[in-house]
Structure formats: C-alpha cells, structure tokens
T-cell receptor, first 112, second 114 residues
Framework: DQQVKQNSPSLSVQEGRISILNCDYT??????FLWYKKYPAEGPTFLIS?????DKNEDGRFTVFLNKSAKHLSLHIVPSQPGDSAVYFC???????????FGTGTSLTVIP | DTGVSQNPRHKITKRGQNVTFRCDPI?????LYWYRQTLGQGPEFLTY????????KSRLLSDRFSAERPKGSFSTLEIQRTEQGDSAMYLC????????????FGSGTRLTVV
C-alpha cells in the first residue's frame, strides 16, 4: 500500500512563476516530511523538511506547507528557475527517521 | 569529504548469478540505509544500520538479500541467485542527525538482470 502519494506525475511552469507540488499521505503517525530533488543519474538530494508540529517552513525560494487534518503537504518554489527542472519526491517518516516512505515523484519542467 | 560513494555504478548480470554492491558513507555518519528504486517509483526502504548493527529490515528484503556493515564503516549489499525482478537502482544513504535533516544519498548502483 502506498502511504505517500504524489498524484501529479508531471508539471510544467514558466520561468519566474510559482511551482506548486503536492503530496498526500495516509499515516497520521508520520512526524517528519521531506522533499527531495533528483536529477537523472544522480541520487536524490535533500531539499527541505517540516515536522508535524509546524505548518510551514521556508528556505529561500522553497516553502513547504503541511495540513495535518487533510494529510496533505505542498512544496512551493518561487520564483521557478530552469535549474529547478528535476523530479521531486515527497517522503515521510516516524520520529526516528529510520525509514522513509517516498511518493512516486513529480517531474517538474521550468520553461525558460 | 566527497559524499556517499557507491560502486559499481552499473552492473549487468545473468539471472541466477550473485552480485555485491558497496557503499562508502560520509565518514562521520553513523547511520546507513539501503533503498531500492524501480522505474516510475520512489525509493523503497530495504534496511538500516546504526554503526555495525543492522536494526531494521524491510519485508522486501527476501532471504536472497544480505547486507553487512563491518566495523560500522562501509556497507555491502549482496543479492544471491538474482532474478529479473531484482533489476533496479540500489541507493545507499547515510545520516548523522535526526529525521528532519534527511539523508545524503549516493548516486546508486543500477542493476540489470538479463
């Protein structure tokens, strides 16, 4: 069973506009939610995280929002840049972080 | 420090053969993880080490799979009697801090079983 879901396989956005990537989860016991970015032929790279006690976390152009009641999180990238074109994975874990559950990824294309 | 290193980058093997992959984590990281990623899917957890102790194993890790981390440094993942369904990207990751800091992943070993 897929505990973390990313229902949009792909997203295209114009350079300079906002990119919004969505993620849903089913397990209310998850404590940490992370976003990873992956380029072809490379491993995933950690981007930003949020814990279940917060509803928002910002890091430069990247903001993650968490809605616990809806079991939904989103990643906002503003402004989007061509170098942001990659596959973005949402992941969730319990408190220990010993095992992360990943979504299937969203391929973001930022059009110059 | 050059990050998490995985070798080989690619491995093609015949069905029924044994293969072994190596992972060298970031030196000060005491936690090491193996994940597997197939086409169109996100990474799936296989196993976790804290220092040399293997503390968690996924149901995905059949008895044909074995992982070791002698002396709490590098790790190896061996697959015996490979099957075509084992074809995937095998990712190693390491971490030192808590869950909120995520892992550092290596570039992976792509296994193709023919």
């Amino acid at each position: 069973d897929q505990q973390v879901k990313q229902n949009s396989p792909s997203l295209s956005v114009q350079e300079g506009r906002i990119s919004i990537l969505n993620c849903d989860y089913t397990n209310s016991m998850f404590d940490y939610f992370l976003w990873y970015k992956k380029y072809p032929a490379e491993g995933p790279t950690f981007l930003i995280s949020i814990s279940s006690i917060k509803d928002k976390n910002e890091d430069g152009r990247f903001t993650v929002f968490l809605n616990k009641s809806a079991k939904h999180l989103s990643l906002h990238i503003v402004p989007s840049q061509p170098g942001d074109s990659a596959v973005y994975f949402c992941a969730a874990s319990g408190r220990t972080g010993n095992q992360f559950y990943f979504g299937t990824g969203t391929s973001l294309t930022v059009i110059p | 420090d050059t990050g998490v290193s995985q070798n080989p980058r690619h491995k093609i093997t015949k069905r029924g053969q044994n293969v072994t992959f190596r992972c060298d984590p970031i030196s000060e990281h005491n936690r090491l993880y193996w994940y597997r990623q197939t086409l169109g899917q996100g990474p799936e957890f296989l196993t976790y080490f804290q220092n040399e102790a293997q503390l968690e194993k996924s149901r995905l890790l059949s008895d044909r799979f074995s992982a070791e981390r002698p002396k709490g440094s590098f790790s190896t993942l061996e697959i015996q009697r490979t099957e075509q369904g084992d074809s995937a990207m095998y990712l190693c990751a390491s971490s030192l801090m808590g869950a909120e800091y995520g892992y550092t992943f290596g570039s992976g070993t792509r296994l193709t079983v023919v």
